[in-house]
Each structure stands twice: as C-alpha cells, then as structure tokens.
C-alpha cells in the first residue's frame, strides 16, 4: 500500500501561509498525490491532487518535489476555518489507505 | 446530481443486531468504498468494490459484508453489531480508470453500539 507520512500537528498564524508536509517516498511513477481536508466527523472533501508539476486552484497550491517523495500544500492565507484535519494520500490498487493526518492550528 | 448519498445520519444498535448501512451514488462512478473512523484516527478501509459483481477486503473487513449489485449501490451489513463496531462510517466513490480522478465522500453515519 501506498503510505504517506505527515506530521500530526501544526500551528500557523491567522493570515499567513500554512505549509503542510507530506511524504510519499514509494509512489509510484504514475501515482497522483491528493490532499483533502476533514472537518470534524463530516466526510473528507478534496482538495487539490497532482502528479509532478506543481498545481495552484481556488484553496490552495500544491509543491511535489522534483524526486516526487514529498509534497506541501499550501493555504495561502490561512483563516480560523481552517482549523481542521489535512490527509495526504496516494490511491494505489483502487485504495486510499489513510494515515492520521495533520491536524493545524490556525492562531488568532 | 446528488453525489453520494448515505442513510442513515445516526443510528442505535444493540450487540448482536443486524442491520446494513445503504450509500448510493448517482455519478456512474466504478469504484466504491466503505470507511471507518474511529475517534482521533484516520479513515480505515473496510470493504471496496471496483464494479458491480465484484469486491474485495480492505484493513479492517471482519464483522461486515457487502455486495454490489448495481452500479449504484452499495451497502454494507453488520451482521451481529458488537460495541467494538461504534463509529463512524463513510462511503466513498470514484471513476475508476486512469490516474487523476479523486474520491467524492458521502457524510456519514455515525452508528452507536450499546
């Protein structure tokens, strides 16, 4: 299975950019990272996902590295709403096996 | 296009009870899964079904069945409820063939066992 890691927790200031890390070190060539966000007990909601260029939409910008074993999302202007659960995931087989996520703390 | 579609939001069983949580897509999508999420973990996957007539196990598939008999649908049965099964679970479902299409999430039902 395709496992990212991604650190448990982060803090960002109100206001400024929030920049998740995920590692992804055995994807696949033709794998996509996507990235979703969960608010409490609701179901996941997408993102932004890409495969090696990096990729900017409406909520947020992606970074995949060159090597493709890391990527950030980016929040550019992170607000209290974004207080929630991030997953960095890589569909492998037809499954997403999800880790724990990274849970931000958006600072007043 | 109501997306993916699970019923229902809560629900009460005592151990031993049977009951099947229903999800529904109206998206045509090949793939459907089932997830659970226990408090302060991640998603875990339950069953998955990449087409009708077809499904396999994920992580944690002991204590549910599943069966997929039209594109649409794809309930998940509990088939005697146990306290250990008390979370919540999603269904998920995406197009299937090539690499760049994500998964749309339904909201879930948090299912209590007593």
């Known amino acids: 299975d395709a496992k990212t890691t991604q650190p448990p927790s982060m803090d960002c200031a109100e206001g400024r950019a929030a920049n998740l890390p995920c590692n992804h070190s055995t994807i696949s060539g033709n794998e996509y990272v996507y990235w979703y966000r969960q608010i409490h007990s609701q179901g996941p909601q997408y993102i932004i996902h890409g495969l090696k260029n990096n990729e900017t939409n409406e909520m947020a910008s992606l970074i995949i590295t060159e090597d493709r074993k890391s990527s950030t999302l980016i929040l550019p202007h992170a607000t209290l709403r974004d207080t929630v659960v991030y997953y960095c995931?890589?569909?492998?087989?037809?499954?997403?096996?999800f880790g724990k996520g990274t849970r931000l703390h958006i600072l007043p | 296009n109501a997306g993916v579609t699970q019923t229902p939001k809560f629900q009460v069983l005592k151990t031993g009870q049977s009951m099947t949580l229903q999800c529904a897509q109206d998206?045509?999508?090949?793939?459907m899964s089932w997830y659970r999420q226990d408090p302060g973990m991640g998603l875990r996957l339950i069953h998955y079904s990449v087409g009708a007539g077809i499904t396999d196990q994920g992580e944690v598939p002991n204590g549910y069945n599943v069966s997929r008999s039209t594109t649409e649908d794809f309930p998940l049965r509990l088939l005697s409820a146990a306290p250990s099964q008390t979370s919540v679970y999603f269904c998920?479902?995406?197009?299937?063939?090539?690499?760049?299409?994500?998964?749309?999430f339904g909201s879930g039902t948090r299912l209590t066992v007593v």
């Open positions: 998206m045509n999508h090949e793939y």
């Open positions: 998920a479902s995406r197009v299937r063939q090539g690499g760049d299409y994500g998964y749309t």
């Open positions: 995931i890589v569909i492998r087989d037809d499954k997403i096996i």
